[in-house]
């Protein structure tokens, strides 16, 4: 009901996590300024922190103990639901789209990868146990397009939504899913890390054109900056999660009609791709 076309731009790419954390990994490892260690589980995370050494510190691992100890203050929502991830592969085709299909279990999205390969998000509702062949017979039952010959692997993961009230401590910048964490039946969780890398390496520049210490106000600029966006943009996607489960509750189609006008409305079209790249700052 939603096509927004774009002859001169792609719309959205869609990448492998495998291959993007392995690509950037044998980056860094070619990366001669940069110095890898591993850190283990037993390790003394309050000596790393306490080393001066280490003028600032970014972390995006949201289950080591630096996120345990110092990144707890937290707006958390739990959404009793489980998103399942595959890949289906089919006969070849112009596959140039992106479908959502709203169903009763949960919002269903079919990414588009290559001409025989498409990715599959699939948030069902935890109030039901399901099997694997559960859930490939309901893919198949909405899937209205493509000839599936085979399923890949399945991955699944619980989902959740959940806001830092503060972006850093002392010379401890949280990051990624460390700040904010939503539902992707809209596909912005990625988007909105994106958007944050390009915010604070624009402040790092500025500060380092202008002479400056590369110290914690870096963190301070980098939350002013983001933090009431984030929130915004976060809690919008909430409140479509929840209008979408309320309506499948009373088993009303308010959404339907509302999708077909806007649709229709030349300033959603021209304006949603925007916020969707560039955020609430387009």
Do not use: W
């Amino acid at each position: 009901m939603l096509n927004f076309e774009n002859n001169k731009n792609n719309l959205f790419s869609l990448v492998k996590n495998e291959d993007l954390f392995n690509l950037l990994k044998k980056k860094l490892n070619k990366n001669k300024l940069l110095k890898k260690f591993d850190l283990s589980n037993n390790c003394d995370y309050q000596k790393i922190i306490k080393n001066h050494k280490y003028d600032l510190i970014i972390n995006s691992d949201t289950k080591n103990n630096i996120s345990k100890n110092f990144s707890h203050k937290k707006i958390n929502k739990d959404y009793n639901s489980f998103a399942f991830t595959t890949f289906i592969n089919h006969n070849s085709c112009k596959n140039n789209f992106a479908t959502q299909i709203f169903t009763k279990n949960g919002p269903l999205a079919f990414l588009p990868y290559s001409k025989n390969q498409t990715s599959v998000v699939f948030s069902l509702i935890n109030n039901n146990f399901f099997l694997r062949s559960d859930i490939e017979k309901l893919i198949r039952e909405y899937n209205n397009y493509y000839k599936i010959n085979s399923f890949s692997k399945f991955e699944k993961f619980k989902l959740s939504f959940s806001f830092a009230r503060n972006y850093y401590n002392n010379n401890i910048l949280f990051f990624g899913d460390n700040i904010h964490k939503v539902h992707p039946l809209a596909g912005q969780g990625f988007n909105m890390i994106i958007r944050d890398i390009k915010i604070l390496e624009n402040i790092i520049d500025q500060k380092l054109t202008l002479g400056l210490p590369l110290d914690k106000s870096i963190f301070k600029d980098f939350e002013s900056k983001t933090k009431h966006l984030n929130f915004l943009f976060s809690s919008g996607i909430d409140i479509i999660h929840e209008f979408f489960k309320f309506e499948n509750k009373i088993g009303n189609k308010y959404s339907e009609e509302l999708i077909k006008y806007l649709g229709k409305n030349k300033l959603f079209n021209k304006y949603m791709p925007n916020i969707a790249d560039k955020g609430l700052l387009f």
